[in-house]
């Protein structure tokens, strides 16, 4: 099967995934002014907290990883029940569920109004939809109809804002113009019209083929590392390893022995303001495994600014994991086995 030809998309990809993702660039410009109704009722949060699952919790791993360099206060992605004993008083909650119907995020929202911390809503209906109006919870109506990993622009640039109304700017408006235009620049080379040679995504699905990928990332690319094998879980319905250096390089650097790594392949997530020592790390880790592995590829952030670099690497990751679903004849949109696994968790009496 050929990605240059356009008839194998329309065979593979029945749901028109490929429209989402094309159309990434017009949902971060939107997402950008979007804002949540009512006002919070804190200044001054000392500690903030993203409750979300999926991809869901992608927005605020993205929240968290520019926040790092820039932010005295802590972003702490929580994917579970309930919250983390260190939610206290001084914490604000960002509640974060497309669906509004994560079972999780509406046990976090419970435990925080019961402990009386603030609570801000992404959603796009559902019962936190619900909540959200009966308790009068400042929130962000997102638009429906979206897979949630096809969702970052709106989960992500609406908790942006709830930050710097806060106090806590995360990114200045020249760094949103800046990462704007990255996924612009990117939209036009990763599209389906444009062939492998001219198209990174195109490339790295083709190096990947049928074999097993193992994405590392660095201090910085780390979460994307993972953003990247959990897309590829839902889009391929297949296995993918991540991980981060230099934490890799110290239990699972010894995994990669053959004939166990001969079916893999490796993606090395690279930042252009990686510190020499992760890219000495990044250059050992490479002459190690490739006498094992099936390959390995590079990919590097663009742009200046950590949100940029982080946004754009992240889009390449969806686009890669896009057509390596077209590849294998994969639907990359539907995801039976979890809709079965919430089917079955929302009847009570069936196991």
Not at 295 to 308: D, F, I, M, Q
Request: hydrophobic letters at 45%; charged letters at 20%; proline letters at 8%.
């Amino acid at each position: 099967m050929t990605l240059d030809q356009p008839t194998t998309f329309e065979r593979a990809d029945p749901h028109d995934a490929r429209r989402v993702l094309a159309t990434f660039p017009e949902q971060c410009r939107d997402a950008v002014r979007l804002r949540p109704t009512g006002t919070l009722s804190i200044a001054a949060p000392r500690l903030i907290v993203v409750a979300g699952m999926g991809g869901s919790a992608a927005g605020g791993d993205l929240l968290a990883s520019c926040a790092a360099e820039r932010l005295g206060v802590p972003v702490f992605v929580h994917r579970g029940y309930g919250l983390p004993a260190l939610a206290g008083k001084e914490t604000l909650v960002i509640a974060s569920s497309y669906s509004g119907d994560t079972a999780e995020v509406l046990s976090a929202v419970d435990v925080a109004l019961s402990r009386g911390l603030p609570v801000v809503v992404l959603t796009a209906g559902g019962k936190l939809a619900d909540v959200a109006v009966a308790r009068k919870l400042p929130h962000v109506a997102l638009p429906p109809g979206l897979m949630p990993r096809m969702a970052l622009g709106y989960l992500f640039f609406p908790a942006l804002a709830i930050l710097h109304s806060v106090g806590l700017p995360v990114a200045s408006a020249g760094e949103i113009a800046e990462a704007l235009e990255a996924v612009d620049g990117l939209c036009a080379e990763l599209r389906p019209e444009r062939s492998a040679a001219e198209n990174e995504a195109k490339r790295l699905a083709l190096a990947v083929g049928p074999r097993l990928p193992a994405i590392y990332g660095g201090p910085t690319t780390g979460p994307v590392a993972y953003r990247w094998k959990t897309d590829f879980e839902e889009n391929v319905k297949a296995f993918a390893l991540a991980g981060t250096l230099p934490e890799m390089n110290h239990n699972e650097l010894e995994a990669w022995r053959a004939p166990g790594a001969r079916g893999m392949h490796v993606i090395l997530l690279r930042d252009s303001e990686e510190p020499p020592e992760i890219e000495r790390r990044f250059a050992v880790l490479r002459e190690l495994i490739v006498p094992a592995a099936n390959g390995v590829s590079e990919a590097w952030t663009r742009g200046a600014g950590r949100l940029a670099r982080l946004l754009s690497l992240t889009y390449v990751g969806q686009w890669m994991s896009y057509y390596v679903a077209i590849l294998r004849g994969v639907d990359p949109w539907t995801v039976p086995l979890l809709d079965e696994l919430k089917r079955r968790l929302d009847t009570p009496g069936k196991p």
